[in-house]
């Protein structure tokens, strides 16, 4: 069975700071793309930021220079350091997994408020 756990989330004030974690089991981890996504009250889920099998790794342009994706397949992890925090960045942040055309998978969301 496949799971993808996130924790972190929480509320911050503006230009505060949040680590999001995704802990994913019942995958061969390093064998998939990993990424964030996050949905704003009345808006469609955005990607947020994304990192292959080989560390490529890419951004919405809205979060460059503040959030940081990376992972850790030893530990079948990926994290979010969410730095500089906006009102904007408010929403449901979703683990993603994805191997390519094959499988992908959904996590159940962590929520982040960001307060001004």
């Known amino acids: 069975q496949v799971q993808l756990v996130e924790s972190g989330g929480g509320l911050v004030e503006t230009g505060g700071s949040l680590r999001l974690s995704c802990a994913a089991s019942?995958?061969?981890?390093?064998?998939?793309?990993m990424g964030w996504y996050r949905q704003a009250p009345g808006k469609q889920r955005e990607m947020v930021a994304t990192?292959?099998?080989?560390?490529?790794?890419h951004y919405a342009d809205s979060v460059k220079g503040r959030l940081t994706i990376s992972r850790d397949n030893a530990k079948n992890t990926v994290y979010l350091q969410m730095n500089s925090l906006k009102s904007e960045d408010t929403g449901v942040y979703y683990c993603?997994?994805?191997?390519?055309?094959?499988?992908?998978?959904w996590g159940q969301g962590t929520q982040v408020t960001v307060s001004s």
């Open positions: 993603h997994a994805d191997e390519g055309y094959i499988n992908e998978y």
């Open positions: 019942g995958i061969i981890f390093s064998d998939y793309a």
């Open positions: 990192i292959t099998s080989v560390n490529s790794i």
